[in-house]
């Protein structure tokens, strides 16, 4: 990403955020707005269910810029979702930075992360995945393989972390295939309407995308 959109992202290296700084001007967002509106689109297997607009972000729980979006994007996805209930629909991919459950690194950057990815897994067959996911971006500076299992039981109502783990697995490094297949090479990265954006957007900027996919869709004026 080039110009307006480069100046609408947090700045971020390396998978790490950086700084997270004052919202973006208005005639900042115009711009973005313009040339993500020329963005190249790509087919996402992903089911809308039948929602205007679709939004799948991979992500990485030791990831600080995916902990950054969960909090700061939380909040946008309960405006459109009171206001246009089911308009807007957010599906999490996982695409660990971790070579044993996503091989196609050069290289591991977070130990825990395939762990993580599994036991989010298994909370949501136990309808805690959200409460999980908060825990695990709460506390990232702790994540362990160990610490980990232990969230998953505590945090998550995994009993038995061990006897899921390996169909969980395979559920992991299909999201991360899927992410290989569409170049995805960064946590957090998000497809908007299979518009790619591999960074964590200002909250403002976030906002406005959905906001005109929504108007697009001729969902809201």
């Known amino acids: 990403m080039t110009g ?33 509106a020329a963005m190249p689109r790509v087919t996402v297997p992903v089911s809308n269910g039948g929602a205007a607009v679709l939004i799948v972000k991979f992500t990485d729980y030791q990831c600080p810029a995916c902990a950054l979006t969960h909090r700061l994007y939380g909040p946008i996805f309960e405006k459109y979702e009171a206001q246009f ?74 009993q038995d972390f061990t006897a899921g783990y390996a169909q969980a697995l395979q559920q992991v490094k299909a999201d991360a295939s899927l992410g290989r297949l569409l170049d995805v090479n960064s946590t957090p990265t998000f497809f908007i309407n299979g518009a790619k954006i591999g960074a964590a957007l200002q909250p403002e900027m976030f906002d406005a995308v959905i906001a005109y996919e929504l108007r697009k869709a001729g969902k809201m004026k």
Do not use: M
């Open 85 to 158: 209930p089911g308009a807007v629909k957010l599906v999490i991919k996982d695409f660990p930075l971790n070579r044993d459950c996503n091989p196609s690194l050069a290289q591991t950057i977070h130990s825990a992360a395939c762990d993580a990815a599994v036991a989010v897994a298994l909370a949501r067959t136990q309808k805690h995945g959200p409460e999980l996911e908060d825990w695990l971006y709460a506390n990232q500076q702790l994540l362990t393989p160990a610490t980990v299992r232990k969230a998953a039981d505590v945090v998550g109502g995994v």
């Open 4 to 36: 307006a959109v480069a100046l609408a992202v947090f700045a971020v290296a390396t998978w790490h955020v950086v700084a997270a700084q004052e919202p973006a001007p208005a005639d900042k967002t115009a711009e973005f707005l313009r040339q993500y």
